[in-house]
């Protein structure tokens, strides 16, 4: 199956940004939804962001205009650009990819990478 490795986390101020990166292991983006979901203690697996097979985005209420997801197919990669981060944010951030369905959610996709941390103060 496909392997993830995520990796672009670090600790920033409110207000900040980081980008996180995706390297996947083979070309499945003509049939995979990737995607980025986080998980923070007590709190529930989080769907962020997801980019279909054809090109349709997808993203929480909660990141919607701070964060943006791509996709770059020459170098099998997908990032995750996140701006203007607030103390909720910090979470462990996991990159996903699975068989495409219509309402995909990243929280729900099989493969995931081993994660990468992001801390907001």
């Known amino acids: 199956h496909v392997q993830l490795v995520e990796s672009g986390g670090g600790s920033v101020q409110a207000g900040g940004s980081l980008k996180l990166s995706c390297a996947v292991s083979?070309?499945?983006?003509?049939?995979?939804?990737f995607g980025w979901f986080r998980e923070a203690p007590a709190k529930e697996r989080e769907g962020v962001a997801l980019?279909?097979?054809?090109?349709?985005?997808t993203y929480a209420d909660s990141v919607k205009g701070r964060f943006a997801i791509s996709r770059d197919t020459s170098n099998n990669t997908v990032y995750l650009q996140m701006d203007n981060l607030r103390p909720e944010d910090s979470a462990m951030y996991y990159c996903?990819?699975?068989?495409?369905?219509?309402?995909?959610?990243?929280?729900?996709?099989?493969?995931w990478g081993q994660g990468t941390q992001v801390t907001v103060s």
């Open positions: 996903a990819a699975d068989w495409c369905w219509p309402d995909a959610s990243a929280a729900d996709l099989t493969n």
């Open positions: 083979e070309y499945t983006f003509t049939s995979y939804c």
């Open positions: 980019i279909h097979n054809d090109g349709t985005l």
